[in-house]
T-cell receptor, first 113, second 110 residues
Framework: NAGVTQTPKFQVLKTGQSMTLQCAQD?????MSWYRQDPGMGLRLIHY???????DQGEVPNGYNVSRSTTEDFPLRLLSAAPSQTSVYFC????????????FGQGTRLTVV | AQRVTQPEKLLSVFKGAPVELKCNYS??????LFWYVQYSRQRLQLLLR??SRESIKGFTADLNKGETSFHLKKPFAQEEDSAMYYC????????????FGKGTKLTVNP
């Protein structure tokens, strides 16, 4: 029973490099989202998707791109990493984004040097 | 603006003492509120939601619309309650979004 799986768990990037954080869920959830967690800032929504082919911006979308080609996968792309993107990233999914439980991945700790 | 405020970054209590983690919200309409918890080295998980009016692991939270609060309470704290606690608000309008507070780190001392 995998739930929400994120890869990698840890990553170090140099400024300017690009990379993709992977997120997959096996619960057939329509709603998926990406958050970043920073000390003293809590969780802030980056991007979200209400279903395959549909994405939208959250509170802090700059510097990140997403796509949702399948129900299962919701990758987060950093096109040109900056030190300000050093953070812990969480992917979450829920059945319909409404008043239903959100299930979180274990997180990706990203450091940009 | 629709937001969630958790005024305490850190909260420390002794085992067996009552604990209250504060959460205030601003929202126009009927709010839907949650408490999520993150134990050390574990993923974030739902603790409880206000519509269920349930008690999980001895924790309860009552929605007070007059005070716009959704404080999390437990009468007798245990060491295993030490964790990061996040209050969250479901923001409707267009697509629904879960908005989190900044979190409170609870430490229960032996």
């Amino acid at each position: 029973n995998a739930g929400v799986t994120q890869t990698p768990k840890f990553q170090v990037l140099k400024t300017g490099q690009s990379m993709t954080l992977q997120c997959a869920q096996d619960m057939n959830h329509e709603y998926m989202s990406w958050y970043r967690q920073d000390p003293g800032m809590g969780l802030r929504l980056i991007h979200y998707s209400v279903g395959a082919g549909i994405t939208d911006q959250g509170e802090v979308p700059n510097g990140y791109n997403v796509s949702r080609s399948t129900t299962e996968d919701f990758p987060l792309r950093l096109l040109s990493a900056a030190p300000s993107q050093t953070s812990v990233y969480f992917c979450a999914s829920s059945r319909d984004g409404g008043n239903t439980e959100a299930f979180f991945g274990q997180g990706t700790r990203l450091t940009v040097v | 603006a629709q937001r969630v405020t958790q005024p305490e970054k850190l909260l420390s209590v002794f085992k067996g003492a009552p604990v209250e983690l504060k959460c205030n919200y601003s929202y126009s309409g009927s709010p839907e509120l949650f408490w999520y918890v993150q134990y050390s080295r574990q993923r974030l998980q739902l603790l409880l939601r206000h519509i269920s009016r349930e008690s999980i692991k001895g924790f309860t939270a009552d929605l007070n619309k007059g005070e716009t609060s959704f404080h999390l309470k437990k009468p007798f704290a245990q060491e295993e309650d030490s964790a990061m606690y996040y209050c969250a608000l479901l923001r409707r309008g267009g697509s629904e979004k879960l908005v989190f507070g900044k979190g409170t780190k609870l430490t229960v001392n032996p």
